[in-house]
């Protein structure tokens, strides 16, 4: 394709993402459907270059105002990811010298909001929770891609063999430092078209949510309910930490996201797994298994704040009135699924949220109101299940996860057991 070609796609989508009406990966599958002529390559660098857009968008806006033409096309010139050369080829005399006098721009010279490139509400109790150096240490971490952590389906093969496989495929991985399933890969692989993946050996999944299986520890035979189980990564992974014995409940509102979890179970291997959609957190469904269950994980509807390395339009799609209306729901749905754990089981509620707000105050009220829950030790609980240096993970014996400090999404976790 001509460069100016796809530079004028790429203005086109970075228009079409930056409206904010629709998480952006959907955004850019719907463009790239309607544009299918676009090779591999061609994809990458668009998807990258919005991407890196909604990573840095103050920034970029604030540079592109001193342009003329087009404003989705500065933008698009300012976060482009493919080759420079490519891109210099789509640009006029005046665009080169123009892209040039800005990108010479010192970051330092910027104001702050314009370097951390997170929105006020977001950026203000951060700081005021982390202190200034590691409030830097994560907006920069967040403003960085993810890499690509797998979970190993143990019911197939062990760690090593897969990472044996994997690099006979030349994909290099590492174990992940906590998570005693975990395998690192740098780059982006096509890990879809590998037999490790269409056989079931392996699942991508972060590394974050992989420690909120291991702190559920489910045991063989027992009941679990994954609550809020969305398209069943969590539930794969319990599901085989309970070597597919027992009887696991994959419940969720929404049909769509569970039949996202066919295709899942289906190479995982597993017949313990009972999906079922339920209408709310008080359906009947939840009434009828009410003080029957071991062990029931509630990995709530949150602003998924944690995963901003991913999904960086979150940050400028979520607010503060979206954050108190997911308040609400966290604590219904905290207080429903509370009722299915029987005397001396464990209950953990999750987030991928950075925000005390849907953490710690979430955990707490539910603590004052239900003194029949006895908070569990996070450390203590991880290390069982061989999860390493368990205490770096752990504050006021919760799960605290941080992309800066643990290479991993931002994830909470609180674990109780109910008075036997």
Known sequence: MHPNALLELGAELVAAVSRLDAPADATVSAFFRKHKALGQRERATLAETVYALLRERLKFQHLAQSGSGPMPRRLAMLAWRGQESFLRAALSPVEQQWLQQVQAVAPESLAPRLRHNL???LAEPLRERLGDEAF????QALNEPAPLDL????????????QARLAELGVPAEPTPYSPWGLRVQGKPALNRMDVFTQGLVEVQDEGSQLLTALLGAKRGEMVVDFCAGAGGKTLAVGAAMRNTGRLYAFD????RLDALKPRLARSGLSNVYPAQIAHERDDRVKRLAGKIDRVLVDAPCSGLGTLRRNPDLKWRQSPHSVAELQDKQRAILASASRLVKPGGRLVYATCSLLEAENEQIAREFQAAHPEFKLLPAAEQLAKQQVERADELVQDDMLRLWPHRHATDGFFAVAWERAA
């Not at 979970?151 to 897969?162: F, G, H, M, S």
């Not at 509102?253 to 769509?256: K, L, P």
């Open 151 to 162: 979970r190993v389906n143990l019911l197939k093969a062990k760690r090593e063999e897969v």
């Open 253 to 256: 509102v929404s049909g769509h």
């Open 136 to 139: 830097w240490q994560l907006a």
């Open 119 to 121: 929105p006020d509400w």
